[in-house]
């Protein structure tokens, strides 16, 4: 069965000042929260390991320095996979930059270019090309190069050295900068941390910092959430 498509809601919500500064309390944590994602995950030595689950379980057990204290839970795993999204798809529009620049040069040879295209196709790949843990022809034996392999009377007739050198100072001219955000207005949050209920299902209730403490939002309107939403 197909999953039904993702759609935009926009819905006015109404809250007291008390419960307003208590947002914008969230707002602010999951500003500096998202910023540390940033800072750790964007770099070329994270790209071999995007995976949500994988850093999940370096944060849990203590791979990783939990970045705040007050922030944890479910809302910091929402932040992360949020801010994971966006990592992954800068790095997708930086390698589609970078397979312009390899189609440019023309002093590379057409099996050259099917190459180097075939490792910027994969943000993992490209990770571990760049970290230097595939040794000249070992990287020819995966999967991906089957129709490679196929294609060309001498597969392993490239200079490795030359190539990947080509490779990495493309991904790093391609590179964008990190995408800090100083917005603390917006934060992000699912049905574990929110309650509708009261008035016709029209009141939400949002977790607080505070144990048994919640946010009350009161909607224009009413409108089932069952997805992640976010208060802007």
Known sequence: MAEAPLRTITNYVVASE???????ELGSLFKSSK???YSRFSGVKSMKNL???E????????????FHKQFKGNRWQLCLRHTLGNIKTSWKNNLRDAKKKVQRNENLTKQEKHFLNIILSSTWLTGLVIEGQFKKSMILELDRFENYRETYEKPIDLEFKKLFNKLKRYVRETKSKIPYTNNNSIYIFD???????????????????EERNFIRL?????QNMNITSQVI
């Open 191 to 209: 049905t574990m941390l929110m309650s509708r209920k009261q008035e016709n299902n029209q009141t939400i209730n949002i977790s607080s910092l």
């Open 51 to 53: 995976n949500f689950i």
């Open 55 to 66: 850093i999940k379980k370096s944060i849990y057990n203590g791979q990783e320095d939990l």
């Open 35 to 37: 910023n540390y994602f």
């Open 218 to 222: 009161k909607t224009h309107k009413k």
């Open 18 to 24: 008390e419960d307003y500064l208590k947002l914008k």
